[in-house]
C-alpha cells in the first residue's frame, strides 16, 4: 500500500498538520494507536461525569490553535485570573485587578506580597505582552532563578509563582527554563484559562470534525520504519509512504533521543458540597502533597450530574491513588468543610507522561534530528503546551510543501 504522507499519532501535533493537508487537498492518512484522538489532551465520559485526563486548561490567548477550531463550538467556560491560595492558615485571593475588579481590593492588600512585588508583576506583564521565545536573545536559566533576578521576594515566589507554576510545569520546583516561564506568563496575563464546556477532548474532536474518518486507522502501532520510507505496523502490515511525520514519541523509531517527562497523579473527587470561590483554582504552597484544587462543575455545570460538584486535585509525581484517598479526604475537609465522607474518590489517573521536562537552556539544545522525507513534529519541537504541539503541526506542512 502507498500513499502521499503518512502522520504516526493523533494527537494535537498530528490534527494540525492532518487539518492544513485536508484544506489543501494533500494526500495523507494518519495511524493512531488508541481508540481515540488528542494524545496527552482528552477526556473519558462515565456516569455523566466528564474526568478530563489529568487536570489541564486551555489559553485563550493560543491564536494558532484557535485558527484551525472552532472556539464557538466548544463553547469555552472561564476560571477566574489569578488563584486562590492558602497560606497554611486561610485562603487569600491573587488576582488580575484589571481583569477582576471584583477583587481588586483583596488583591492589593494581600499580605502574600508586598507592594513592590505587585509593581514588579505589573512591569513583568508589560514587558512580557508581546513575548517570543524564537525573539528572546537573553541568556536563560531556570525559573526560580529568573525571579529571584527580578527583585521578587521569597515569599511571593513561594506562596504564589511556585505553586502555580509548579502546577502548569509538573514540578516540584520551578527549574523549567525562564522563556517557557516568560511564554506562559505572557498568555495567562492576556489570555483566560478555559475549559471547553464538554471537557478537554472537544479540543481534538473540534479538530478532527475537519478531516475525514475515513483517513484515520485507531488501534494501530508502528513498530518500525525501514529505509525505503516504508513503516511496519504491530500486524506486520506495511505502507510505503513518500513523506512521514512523526509525533509524540514516535521519533525514537528513527534513533531520537526518549522525550522527557515530568509526571503527575490527578484524583477525582465528588462531592455535594460547593465551594464559595469555585471559579478559582486553588493553590496549596504550605501542603506537602497537594499542589492545586479546581472545581470543575463550578466552571461547566455539564462535568457532574445535578447537584453534585467533581473536584480535581492535583498531586506532583506518581503515586498509588488508592492509598492517597483517605489523607486527601481529610485535607478536602479541612480546606473547604464538611466531613471526609463528604467527598467520594471516583475516578484516578497516574500519569507518568503529563508535560515534557524543559530545564534552562532546553530551546537552544533542543536538536531535533529527521531524515530525508521524514519530518518530526510534537510539542517538543516547540514548546510543551497545546499551542507549541498544534505549531509544530502547523510547521510539519510547511515543510512537507517545500518537498513536493
Not at 90 to 101: E, L, T, V, Y
Not at 269 to 281: C, T
Amino acid at each position: 500500500m502507498k500513499t502521499q504522507s503518512v502522520i504516526i499519532g493523533g494527537g494535537l501535533a498530528g490534527l494540525a498538520c492532518a487539518y492544513k493537508m485536508q484544506k489543501e487537498k494533500h494526500e495523507f492518512f494518519i495511524i493512531e494507536q488508541s481508540d481515540r484522538l488528542g494524545g496527552r489532551v482528552g477526556s473519558i465520559y462515565e456516569d455523566k461525569f466528564i474526568f478530563d485526563i489529568g487536570f489541564q486548561v486551555y489559553n485563550t490567548q493560543y491564536s494558532y490553535t484557535n485558527s484551525i477550531l472552532n472556539v464557538n463550538e466548544i463553547d469555552l467556560k472561564f476560571f477566574k485570573p489569578g488563584a486562590r491560595i492558602h497560606d497554611g492558615k486561610h485562603f487569600q485571593i491573587i488576582s488580575d485587578p484589571i481583569r477582576d475588579i471584583s477583587q481588586l481590593f483583596s488583591s492589593f492588600f494581600s499580605s502574600l506580597s508586598s507592594f513592590s512585588d505587585k509593581m514588579k508583576i505589573l512591569l513583568l506583564k508589560y514587558e512580557l505582552s508581546n513575548y517570543s521565545i524564537e525573539k528572546d536573545i537573553e541568556n536563560d536559566c531556570s525559573t526560580f532563578e529568573y525571579l529571584q533576578s527580578r527583585g521578587f521576594s521569597e515569599n511571593i515566589i513561594k506562596l504564589f509563582f511556585e505553586p502555580f507554576f509548579a502546577g502548569i510545569f509538573l514540578e516540584k520546583r520551578i527549574e523549567t527554563s525562564s522563556k517557557f516561564f516568560k511564554y506562559v506568563f505572557s498568555n495567562f496575563s492576556k489570555g483566560l484559562a478555559a475549559l471547553p464546556s464538554s471537557g478537554m477532548q472537544e479540543i481534538p474532536d473540534a479538530i478532527s470534525k475537519n478531516i475525514r474518518n475515513d483517513l484515520i486507522i485507531f488501534n494501530s502501532r508502528v513498530i518500525g520504519i525501514k529505509d525505503n520510507n516504508t513503516i511496519v505496523l504491530d500486524n506486520s502490515k506495511e505502507i510505503k509512504a513518500d513523506t512521514i511525520i512523526l509525533t509524540g514519541d514516535s521519533h525514537e523509531l528513527i534513533g531520537n533521543k526518549p522525550t522527557q517527562y515530568n509526571s503527575v497523579t490527578n484524583l477525582y473527587f465528588s462531592s455535594s458540597i460547593i465551594p464559595e470561590f469555585g471559579n478559582y483554582i486553588h493553590l496549596f504552597p504550605k501542603d506537602k502533597l497537594i499542589n492545586n484544587v479546581a472545581f470543575l462543575s463550578s466552571i461547566s455545570s455539564n462535568y457532574s450530574p445535578i447537584s453534585k460538584c467533581l473536584i480535581s486535585v492535583s498531586i506532583l509525581g506518581l503515586h498509588d491513588s488508592k492509598s492517597l484517598k483517605n489523607v486527601v479526604q481529610k485535607k478536602l475537609s479541612k480546606y473547604f468543610g464538611g466531613s471526609e465522607n463528604d467527598y467520594s474518590l471516583i475516578k484516578s489517573f497516574e500519569l507518568k507522561k503529563a508535560t515534557i521536562k524543559q530545564p534552562a537552556n532546553y530551546f537552544s539544545n533542543n536538536l531535533v534530528k529527521s531524515e530525508k522525507n521524514i519530518i518530526v513534529a510534537g510539542d517538543h519541537t516547540v514548546n510543551g503546551s497545546i499551542e507549541g504541539a498544534v505549531i509544530s503541526g502547523l510547521n510539519a506542512y510547511k515543510q512537507i510543501k517545500k518537498l513536493n
